[in-house]
Nanobody
């Protein structure tokens, strides 16, 4: 069983900053990638940022240099530092981790966190 626990969401004014944290735990052999997605009400979930085990990052087009993803591989933690937040960044942010779980049974997995609300409003 792989468990993801997110924290750091909340209410922030436009132009402000937040840092999201996601901690992965459980029987994890290795992690391919960790990332963040977001979903606004009534819309599809979209990639915010991801980072591979090799440190390769990918960002959604809307990020435009405002967010930075990083990870602590030893602790299985991924961070998303968000700056210059805009009202349109308001959404539920979900942590995503892909890797190999086990033992005893070794298998690929994709896990999602429960989501953390980010609200950008004055």
């Amino acid at each position: 069983q792989v468990r993801l626990v997110e924290s750091g969401g909340g209410l922030v004014q436009p132009g402000g900053s937040l840092r999201l944290t996601c901690v992965a735990s459980g029987s994890i052999t290795s992690i391919y990638s960790m990332g963040w997605y977001r979903q606004e009400h009534g819309k599809e979930r979209e990639l915010v940022a991801s980072i591979t085990s090799g440190g390769v990052t990918d960002y959604g087009d809307f990020v435009k240099g405002r967010f930075t993803i990083s990870r602590d591989s030893a602790q299985k933690i991924v961070y998303l530092q968000m700056s210059s937040l805009k009202p349109e960044d308001t959404a539920v942010y979900y942590c995503n981790v892909e890797g190999v779980r086990g033992p005893p049974k070794v298998a690929d997995f994709i896990s999602w966190g429960q989501g953390t609300q980010v609200t950008v409003s004055s």
